[in-house]
C-alpha cells in the first residue's frame, strides 16, 4: 500500500551551517504564571533523526513543541532549528507543528484539508491541490481524496493531518501525540505506516508521545520527562528503529528491556 518509490512531493530545505544538529534545544524554561512547566530542557537532534519525548500528562510536552515551533517564546533557554537565528521567525519558517488535536474541517474534502496550509500559506488552490494530490497514493489514502472527513475511519483521518504537515515542505516536522485518539489495533497500524513513511523519505522528527512503545518503536532516540516541571530524566538511544515487521520489534527481547527501562524511569527510578 505504501510505496516506497518516487520522489517526495516536497523537496527538504538544505541546511544551513553544516553538519551541526538539526534541532538544538539549550536550557529552555517555561511557566505559565506560578506554573512552572519546563525546566532546564537539553534536547538535541541530528538532520534526518527522530527524536521521541515521553512523559506523564500535563509535563510540558506539548508546550515544549510550541516553543520549538517558534509559536511561544520560552522564557529562558535557546532554541536553534536548521541553523536559523534565534527568534520564533526563524522557526515558524523551517518547521511545521501537526497539533494534538485532529483540526481537519468537516466541511472540507480530505484532499483541501490536506492542502489547507498550503492555501493559507499562499498558494493557489489548484497549485496547493496539486501538491498534496500527488501524495495521497504514496500514503495509503489513494480513492478517498473527495471523502469528507467525517467519512473517513480515525486512523484515516490521522494519515490526512499528518499529510497536511508534510505538503509544507518544511524539513522539521514537530508531532504532538498524533495517534492518541486512535484505538490499539489502529494505533499499531498507524505506527507501522508512519515507520514507512519515514523510511521512504529523510524527515527530522519531534515526536511527543505519553506511549513509551509508541515512542521506542519510531524514535531513534527517546527522552524521558519528568512530571511537571518537565525536565529530561534520561535519554535512551534505540538501536534500530522502525523496523516493518512492528509486531516483531515490540516483543523482541531488547525491545522489551527498553521499554521496561523507560517505564521505570517514567515511574522515577534512576536509570
Ligand atoms: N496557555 C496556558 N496557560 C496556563 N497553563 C497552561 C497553558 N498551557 C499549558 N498549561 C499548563 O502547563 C502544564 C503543561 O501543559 P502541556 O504542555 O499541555 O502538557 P502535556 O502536553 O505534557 O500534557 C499543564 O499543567 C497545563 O495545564
Ligand atoms: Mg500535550
Not at 539549550?26 to 538535541?44: C, K, N, T, Y
Not at 515521553?54 to 533557554?77: R, Y
Not at 519531534?206 to 516541571?229: G, K, Q
Amino acid at each position: 500500500m505504501l510505496a516506497t518509490t518516487g520522489a517526495p512531493d516536497s523537496e527538504p530545505q538544505e541546511i544551513p551551517g553544516g553538519p551541526g544538529p538539526a534541532v538544538s534545544v539549550r536550557a529552555v524554561g517555561h511557566s505559565f504564571g506560578e506554573l512552572v512547566a519546563l525546566e532546564r530542557i537539553d534536547l538535541e537532534l541530528p538532520a534526518g533523526g527522530v527524536l521521541g519525548i515521553v512523559g506523564p500528562s500535563g509535563c510540558g510536552k506539548s508546550t515544549l513543541l510550541e516553543i520549538v515551533s517558534g509559536l511561544t517564546e520560552p522564557d529562558s533557554g535557546e532554541i536553534s532549528i536548521l541553523g536559523a537565528a534565534p527568534g520564533p521567525d526563524g522557526r515558524l519558517a523551517r518547521s511545521v507543528l501537526m497539533p494534538q488535536r485532529d483540526l481537519l474541517l468537516p466541511w472540507l474534502s480530505a484532499l483541501d484539508n490536506a492542502a489547507l496550509g498550503l492555501s493559507l500559506g499562499g498558494a493557489s488552490r489548484q497549485d496547493a491541490r496539486e501538491r498534496a494530490g500527488g501524495d495521497f497514493e504514496r500514503l495509503g489514502l489513494g480513492g478517498f481524496e473527495q471523502a469528507r472527513p467525517q467519512e473517513l475511519s480515525g486512523g484515516m483521518r490521522q494519515r490526512v493531518a499528518f499529510l497536511r504537515t508534510l505538503v509544507s515542505g518544511k524539513q522539521v516536522l514537530l508531532l504532538d501525540e498524533p495517534f492518541a485518539s486512535l484505538d490499539a489495533i489502529t494505533r499499531a497500524e498507524t505506527q507501522a505506516w508512519l515507520a514507512g513513511v519515514l523510511a521512504a523519505d529523510s524527515h527530522t522528527v519531534l515526536l511527543v508521545t505519553h506511549d513509551v512503545e509508541e515512542a521506542l518503536y519510531l524514535s531513534d532516540r527517546v527522552a524521558v520527562l519528568t512530571p511537571r516541571p518537565g525536565r529530561v530524566a534520561a535519554t535512551i538511544e534505540v538501536p534500530s528503529p522502525r523496523a516493518p515487521d512492528r509486531a516483531a520489534a515490540v516483543t523482541s527481547t531488547g525491545f522489551v528491556e527498553l521499554r521496561e527501562r523507560a517505564l521505570r524511569l517514567l515511574a522515577g527510578e534512576a536509570a
